[in-house]
């Protein structure tokens, strides 16, 4: 089982920066593919990017590419979110993810097993 803690969430303005972190209890961090989602007001969590457990292939929504970095660091068990250019339709809950089963799906919220409790993020015109 792993524990996860976002942190790094606040308020922007448009045109900037944050950068999230999802810390991760236990010493089974390395092993998991890891995802960011996000749940604005009213609208279901949507899929924001993945990285596998080795940081070998990154994945990303098709509307964020370019704008969002995924990293994690397996030392410090983190995961991180860089978010640049910010725009107002950026704010949101942010969640960090943990997923089990490597064979699920990437992009489904229902294929991640242990979920932290959430950042906001807010972005100002």
């Known amino acids: 089982q792993v524990q996860l803690v976002?942190?790094?969430?606040?308020?922007?303005?448009?045109?900037?920066?944050?950068r999230l972190a999802c810390a991760a209890s236990g010493r089974t961090f390395s092993?998991?593919?890891?995802?960011?989602?996000r749940q604005a007001p009213g609208k279901e969590r949507e899929f924001v990017g993945a990285i596998t457990s080795?940081?070998?292939r990154l994945y990303y929504a098709d509307s964020l590419k370019g704008r969002f970095t995924i990293?994690?660091?397996?030392?410090?068990?983190?995961?991180?979110?860089?978010?640049?250019?910010?725009?107002?339709?950026?704010?949101?809950?942010?969640?960090?993810a943990a997923k089990v089963k490597?064979?699920?799906?990437?992009?489904d919220k229902a294929a991640y097993d242990y979920w932290g409790q959430g950042t906001q993020v807010t972005v100002s015109s």
């Open 6 to 18: 976002e942190s790094g969430g606040g308020l922007a303005q448009a045109g900037g920066s944050l």
């Open 31 to 37: 092993s998991y593919m890891m995802g960011w989602f």
């Open 54 to 56: 080795s940081a070998g």
């Open 71 to 96: 990293s994690r660091d397996n030392v410090k068990n983190t995961l991180y979110l860089q978010m640049n250019s910010l725009k107002p339709e950026d704010t949101a809950v942010y969640y960090c």
């Open 102 to 107: 490597a064979t699920m799906s990437t992009t």
